[in-house]
């Protein structure tokens, strides 16, 4: 559901790099909107845009090569942690929490951008 829904509205890369880089950028902002949902009392949208990061979590969760070595397992277990804070974060109406996520996902940008030499 990730990827999908965020390629409707992207015009979609054959490079997996820049696509994995759009996966944290569409991140960004649907955590923006969650903020926003959250200020604004709107609890479905709060929940469909904590559903669309999640989903995007998932899928760069799905897209890491184990073979690898451990990146991939760090990345798997930031990833996992952040779906969880999310969760919790939608329950409680937690902006900090949602802050958190940002600041993680700004982060692997900055990190991904430097390995692909952006």
Known sequence: ???EAYNQQNAVSDDPYVLILK???GLL??????KTAMEDGEIEMKFMYINKSVAIFDELRNVLDFDGGEVAYYLDGLYLYQ???LFSAGVDDNINAINQVMKVTQ??????KEEIGQ
């Open 23 to 25: 996966l944290y950028e």
């Open 29 to 34: 902002k649907y955590l923006s909107f969650i």
């Open 83 to 85: 779906i969880e804070t």
């Open 107 to 112: 982060g692997l940008i900055e990190a991904w």
């Open 1 to 3: 559901m990730g990827i």
